[in-house]
């Protein structure tokens, strides 16, 4: 079982940056490939971003190229999304998930997930 905990959500005007973390006490995690999902209210969930098990690969959806970044900690512990300027329309609930396999986009390839951390951006 891997338990993941998504923290740095917040609160930001338009333009701001947040950085969220998903981090595991799991010392294997080292070998999961890690995504961002997003939910806004009244919308399905969406991919954000993806990383590979060892961080040689990453992938981010088309919203958020040139603003998101996605990387992982040497110890391979935590993952984190780098998010600037942000838009209104970013607001959501961002949730971390992990999987064994390749990096994919497709969330029901993705075993295990946080609780989600809630992003408000205001205009």
């Known amino acids: 079982q891997v338990q993941l905990v998504e923290s740095g959500g917040g609160l930001v005007q338009a333009g701001a940056s947040l950085r969220l973390a998903c981090t595991t006490s799991?010392?294997?995690?080292?070998?999961?490939?890690v995504a961002w999902f997003r939910r806004a209210p009244g919308k399905e969930r969406e991919f954000v971003a993806a990383i590979s098990w060892n961080g040689n690969s990453t992938y981010v959806e088309d919203f958020g190229k040139g603003r998101f970044t996605i990387s992982r900690d040497a110890a391979k512990t935590t993952v984190s999304l780098q998010m600037n300027r942000l838009k209104p329309e970013d607001t959501a609930v961002y949730f971390c998930?992990?999987?064994?396999?390749?990096?994919?986009?497709?969330?029901?390839?993705?075993?295990?997930w946080g609780q989600g951390t809630q992003v408000t951006v205001s205009s």
């Open positions: 799991r010392s294997t995690f080292n070998t999961y490939s």
């Open positions: 998930a992990a999987q064994r396999g390749t990096i994919a986009t497709a969330a029901r390839l993705y075993n295990y």
